[in-house]
């Protein structure tokens, strides 16, 4: 009797043993399992027989209501492994729910459209948004992925816009919209970071174009050839304080303070392609804002001008408008920005001058103030340039000029100074040396 409880005694403690054992087994799956379970963007690798590819799946999590499952495929395992690591970091960093399919091209689109355009941009600037997106940026990059967009291949895209020989101010230009675009697509979760910000711009490779200015003797001759013209004082000051076309033709006479001898500019005027009509509004930048001190022509000048228009207003009678503005055309409104290009070629070609634009006349206003010895920061003032960099980049002739006539001086003073010591060295200084030399 006392074997037969002996017996079943070890038989409970055997089956003691073996349900500890099966609990622990239960427990070690379980860790394993809750071990090899992937976080949401972690991603997992296997072979994909009928596509003889490596494959890593990325689970983007919920997005839009719906668990996203994207499949990406590789030629070899450890480039699948790589995949899943960044997908990995990515989770970490919390990007994991990036849109991955959304191309860059379509997400330009979506930045005109809603961030661009309702913005308080100028519509030039907008204008010309879309159109190095559409002629530059779209064809470029638009049909890399955004979340795949790299460093590389915005910096290769402009290194082809250099070889393609377009010029430094086309390119950086470039590199502002990608950037804009992409700050936008961080806010939006579209991308990670910006990829664009640390990409430099590369040197243009096409010769710089030379600043087209007019000397003292073709200046004088196309002003007195415009006298007669009802733009010649558009031309006095575009080529004395060196306006813009815009912003001359945007001229009021509430600008214009005659006791003071002072312009103030504040506005601009420009056709935008694709908008109806002229569009009147603030200048390029704030520090195109200014007020610029007249020369006493050109104070002369706009005095005779207001009686000329006078007689303009009466003539036009009934159709004319009154708007206050300096430059109007010959019923009172705002001027055609273009009709001034046209009117202009037409009297270069009258006066025996090459074709030049209005902006010729402002590059002249610019050379013939380093000329009189203006220094540059009056200069950049004048012209209303936001920085300085840039009158040095676009007068850069000037300023090689410059250093020219200052490594000329430099000789003149040394030669000078060995002159005068050579000279020091042949004078006796004895007065018996002096007797004997002479």
Known sequence: MAARKARRGDGDETTNQDSVASTDTDQTSTERTRRNRRAHGEGSVFWREDRKRWVVEIDYGIVNGRRKKVPRYFKTQEEAIAAQQEARQAQADGVANLDRPARFGDFLTYWLDEVVMPSERALSTKSSYRDN???HVRPG?????VVDLKHEDVQRFLNGKAVAGYSTST???LRTIISQALDEAVITEKASRNVAKTVRVPKARKPRRQVSALN???????LAAAEPTRFYAVYVLLAMVGLRRGEVLALRWRDFNESAGTLRVELQVTRVRGVQGLIVGPTKSRAGQRTIALPGKCIDVLKTHRRHLAAERQAAGKRWEENGLIFPNTVGRYQEPRALNTHLAALCKEAGLRHLGPHALRHTAATMAYALGVDWKQIQAMLGHTM???TMDIYVDM????SRDAATKLDAWFDTADDAEDQEDDEPSDPD???EAG
Not at 141 to 145: A, E
Not at 399 to 402: A, F, G, L, M
């Open 171 to 173: 390119m950086r230009t």
């Open 388 to 390: 300085l960099s840039t």
């Open 141 to 145: 990059l638009g049909k890399i992925r």
């Open 433 to 435: 040396d002096r007797a």
């Open 399 to 402: 300023v090689e000029d410059v």
């Open 216 to 222: 003292r003797d073709d200046g004088l001759q196309l």
């Open 133 to 135: 997106v559409e002629n």
